[in-house]
């Protein structure tokens, strides 16, 4: 994992294009079950590996494989024998499960380019933060310093899956509603990030990215 300043260097350097964060749906039918993942990450290849931690950390909930399942799954990619197809689209993959081979067809979603850059602080528990983590994709409403209107935006985390309560993080994000917010933001401006009208942490813009956003003054 990348340390914040460095994650943020890193978009300011680079052609961000190319550093965007990509968002898989990974989807198996069986003639008993259908299994829904979403993974958020740099390319397919390390979304896979995503997939294997995120059943991992799900399998005890109805929704996703149970343990025994994860286990064989696991053991398959384990030994090689989970086979894995990334090189061009359709991406999928194929394991045993239950005596019979399953598919497991995987996505890609196109959410095209995020609105901007920035860092989020979440605060602790204490200071009446959350209770739990938030998991990239987490759509919490942001308020920008100045404005009354109120957005949802979309934190597609760079460099983890998961920020506990008192984490900073950099993320990409995409607000709804874009038309309030119309030239108006730009480097260093500051947000507020809330569930409701409940405060769980603060922003700064490093970079935007959307035009039609950008301030034109600065």
Avoid at 30 to 59: C, F, M, P
Avoid at 96 to 102: C, L, N, V
């Amino acid at each position: 994992m990348l340390p914040l300043w460095k994650a943020v260097r890193r978009y300011r350097q680079a052609d961000t294009t190319s550093l965007m964060i990509q968002t898989f749906q990974f989807r198996t039918e069986t003639a008993d079950k259908n299994y829904h993942h979403t993974v958020h990450s740099v390319d397919i290849k390390t979304g896979v590996e995503k997939w294997l931690r995120q059943i991992e950390d799900l399998q005890n909930q109805v929704y996703s494989f149970d343990p025994s399942q994860v286990q064989d799954i696991m053991q398959q990619y384990s030994n090689g024998q989970l086979k894995v197809h990334v090189d061009k689209e359709p991406y999928f993959l194929t394991f045993e499960m239950g005596g019979k081979r399953h598919v497991l067809h995987i996505d890609k979603v196109n959410k095209g380019q995020p609105d901007f850059i920035a860092k989020v602080t979440y605060l602790t528990t204490e200071q009446g933060g959350r209770k739990g983590y938030a998991s990239s994709g987490f759509r919490p409403h942001v308020k920008f310093d100045g404005k009354k209107e109120l957005t949802s935006g979309e934190q597609l985390f760079i460099d983890k899956d998961k920020v506990f309560p008192g984490d900073t993080v950099t993320a990409e994000i995409r607000i709804i509603s874009t038309e309030p917010f119309k030239n108006y933001l730009f480097t260093g401006q500051h947000f507020e990030v809330a569930e409701g009208s409940h405060l769980v942490g603060h922003g700064e813009i490093f970079e935007v990215i959307n035009p039609d956003l950008l301030q034109a003054s600065r």
